[in-house]
T-cell receptor
Framework: GENVEQHPSTLSVQEGDSAVIKCTYS??????FPWYKQELGKRPQLIID?????GEKKDQRIAVTLNKTAKHFSLHITETQPEDSAVYFC?????????FGAGTRLTVKP | GAVVSQHPSRVICKSGTSVKIECRSL??????MFWYRQFPKQSLMLMAT?????????EQGVEKDKFLINHASLTLSTLTVTSAHPEDSSFYIC??????????????FGSGTRLTVV
């Protein structure tokens, strides 16, 4: 089955700096790659997603890049703010099967 | 947008009892429902996938007789933790597929259930 690895597990940045989280996946048939933000005790919230036929997608301060050949995708957050502090999960989906990365705890220091 | 209602949000039960968790899709038909478990500071681990009207498919290592899943209708799926033990204490969350593609490719999460077994 699909295996998703995510790095780093923790990331601390200064407010205004950029944050980058990277994920790799194992199954080349995976075709959908969402990123979720989860605050403590709450449901994951979709923040951005990308499909396998697209290499890059941007939504304001958030961007995702996908390298299908290398089977990795990354989340980029620019001009970070304290409210960006949360746990971020990447996921890879093939057919009906979505697998999550281990998560990255992002802390944005004011 | 697509909404999945999950209840209860928190439950405390005694060891040996059973607990039922419900997930309802409020404004769309959930053709597929996924159940995840999340231990503190860990990722979401897929437990099982269920399609309406058929038996759930369980992930390796998940006991189907302990975690009973029923997906009897297109808007309701239930997870029953039978004979719960303290090690079953966790955050359980459902995700339904069937919503609009523009909203997360049709994956919509419930709000989660914090189960504590004492």
């Amino acid at each position: 089955g699909e295996n998703v690895e995510q790095h780093p597990s923790t990331l601390s940045v200064q407010e205004g700096d950029s944050a980058v989280i990277k994920c790799t996946y194992s199954d080349s048939a995976s075709n959908y790659f969402p990123w979720y933000k989860q605050e403590l005790g709450k449901r994951p919230q979709l923040i951005i997603d990308i499909r396998s036929n697209v290499g890059e997608k941007k939504d304001q301060r958030i961007a995702v890049t996908l390298n299908k050949t290398a089977k990795h995708f990354s989340l980029h957050i620019t001009e970070t703010q304290p409210e960006d502090s949360a746990v971020y999960f990447c996921a890879a989906s093939i057919n009906n099967d979505m697998r999550f990365g281990a998560g990255t705890r992002l802390t944005v220091k004011p | 947008g697509a909404v999945v209602s999950q209840h209860p949000s928190r439950v405390i039960c005694k060891s040996g009892t059973s607990v039922k968790i419900e997930c309802r899709s409020l404004d769309f038909q959930a053709t597929t429902m996924f159940w995840y478990r999340q231990f503190p500071k860990q990722s979401l681990m897929l437990m099982a996938t269920s399609n309406e009207g058929s038996k759930a498919t369980y992930e390796q290592g998940v006991e189907k007789d302990k975690f009973l899943i029923n997906h009897a209708s297109l808007t309701l799926s239930t997870l029953t933790v039978t004979s719960a033990h303290p090690e079953d204490s966790s955050f359980y969350i459902c995700s339904a597929r069937g919503g609009l593609e523009g909203q997360g490719y049709g994956y919509t999460f419930g709000s989660g259930t914090r189960l504590t077994v004492v």
